[in-house]
């Protein structure tokens, strides 16, 4: 079994996983003490860093707990407990799955384990379900099933919540192939915003700059890291290994999602910084980058971005000669962009320059920047 303070691999579908003790046989019947409710044990689901994972039935009547069901066996208290709390924090949320019953189960030479009785995913975790179908999911689908998950994470960070294992393995296809969370094991409070201390995580979907020590503390925008992976996992029908950002431009998906997915892999500092940021950006397309008007660069902030007819170092003198201040690129400061002719391998589509997506992630922040195209900065720059 891993580890527990590393990467958790759960399964609550149809995925087979071998290695350690069977902790329960199949057969076997366990009573909960606190609700009175028997489970007959079947097949071995999966294991990891968590225990183990058996399909199961419910024996007798129940008008809140499932009849077939998953139990999550665990000799480790503290993520048992985690997982409970948090079961009844989302109890009938339709995007977290569903914890039924929560109970410590005492074995014949007196040791104790700790049960979970868990939602059954008819379709197992995301991973699983990719790799038997490997086909990339439609946009409009990928949107609302990503927009559904994080409805979950939303509810953790309004809380100051950091769930830090947002991997194909926690995430579980259900009735209809709707993607519900599962697996809150690790979940930490911060108590300010500045995030936590980066010491368990997944290393499988853990952003690099947190894996390579350059910061040390896990923030909300290192969930959406993990958010963004999922996203271009399904939009490639692969979750076997990471999206890289020198991807995204080739994937079978809108510009719009190819923006989405760069600003929540890309540089840490311009993520979202939240799940309900994302989601926003989901459910509304930003506005067209349309030209502006402007009557003269005198005291303007003004970056280039594209391709331009002349050199830029001339066009930069230019503009400092009408009186303008030249910035290398687009920061807070910019009053105005000079777009060019766009670069035909730009990071994400083709109004996704790195240069443009952050001026429009700078509008977003309320920063007033005009665009203008070279033929009027050249007219403005003669006079």
Same mark, same amino acid.
Do not use: N, W
């Given at each position: 079994m891993k580890n527990p303070t590393t990467a958790t691999t759960q399964t609550m579908g149809p995925? /087979?996983? !071998?290695?350690?003790?069977?902790?329960?046989?199949?057969?076997?019947?366990?009573?909960s003490p606190e609700s009175g409710l028997e489970y007959?044990?079947?097949?071995?689901?999966?294991?990891?860093?968590?225990?183990?994972?058996?399909? /199961?039935?419910?024996?007798?009547?129940?008008k809140s707990v499932a009849e077939t069901l998953c139990i999550k066996i665990s000799p480790h208290i503290d993520g048992w407990l985690r997982e409970a709390y948090f079961g009844q924090l989302l109890d009938g949320h339709p995007r977290a799955i569903r914890v039924f019953d929560a109970f410590p189960l005492l074995g014949a030479s007196g040791d104790v384990h700790y049960c979970l009785a868990l939602e059954y995913a008819r379709h197992g975790d995301l991973r699983g379900f990719l790799h038997r179908s490997p086909a990339g999911w439609a946009e /409009?689908?990928?949107?609302?099933?990503? /927009?559904?998950?994080l409805e979950v994470l939303g509810r953790l960070h309004r809380g100051q919540l950091l769930h830090r294992d947002l991997t194909p393995m926690n995430v579980f296809v259900c009735e209809?192939? !709707?993607?519900?969370?599962?697996?809150?094991? %690790?979940?930490?409070?911060?108590?300010?915003?500045?995030?936590? *201390? !980066?010491? *368990?995580m997944n290393t499988m979907t853990a952003p690099s700059d947190i894996l390579d020590g350059a910061v040390p503390k896990w923030q909300a925008r290192d969930d959406v890291y993990q958010v963004g992976q999922l996203v271009g996992m399904l939009v490639k029908g692969d979750a076997r290994v990471r999206v890289r950002t020198s991807?995204?431009?080739?994937?079978? @998906?809108?510009?719009?999602?190819?923006?989405?997915? #760069?600003? @929540? %892999?890309g540089e840490r500092r311009k993520r979202y910084e939240s799940a309900d940021e994302m989601i926003a950006a989901l459910r509304k397309?930003?506005? !067209?980058?349309?030209?502006?008007?402007?009557?003269?660069?005198?005291?303007? #902030?003004l970056a280039f971005t594209g391709f331009l007819s002349r050199p830029r170092k001339d066009a930069a003198r230019a503009a400092k000669r009408a009186g303008a201040i030249v910035h290398g690129g687009p920061s807070a400061q910019t009053t105005v962009i000079v777009r060019g002719r766009p670069n035909k391998l730009q990071a994400a589509g083709k109004d996704g320059g790195l240069k443009l997506?952050?001026?429009?992630?700078?509008?977003?922040?309320?920063?007033r920047i005009t665009l203008i195209n070279e033929a009027q900065f050249w007219k403005l720059a003669s006079h």
């Open positions: 995925s /087979a996983g !071998a290695g350690a003790r069977r902790l329960l046989s199949r057969g076997q019947r366990i009573r007959a044990i079947d097949r071995l689901l999966g294991e990891g860093g968590f225990g183990q994972a058996y399909l /199961a039935q419910r024996i007798g009547r129940s /409009a689908k990928v949107r609302r099933e990503i /927009a559904g998950i209809g192939q !709707a993607l519900k969370l599962g697996d809150f094991g %690790i979940v930490r409070q911060q108590s300010d915003g500045r995030g936590i *201390t !980066a010491r *368990t991807e995204i431009r080739r994937l079978g @998906c809108s510009d719009h999602l190819k923006e989405i997915l #760069h600003r @929540c %892999i397309r930003p506005d !067209a980058l349309k030209p502006g008007v402007l009557r003269s660069l005198k005291g303007v #902030h997506m952050e001026i429009k992630r700078l509008r977003e922040k309320g920063h």
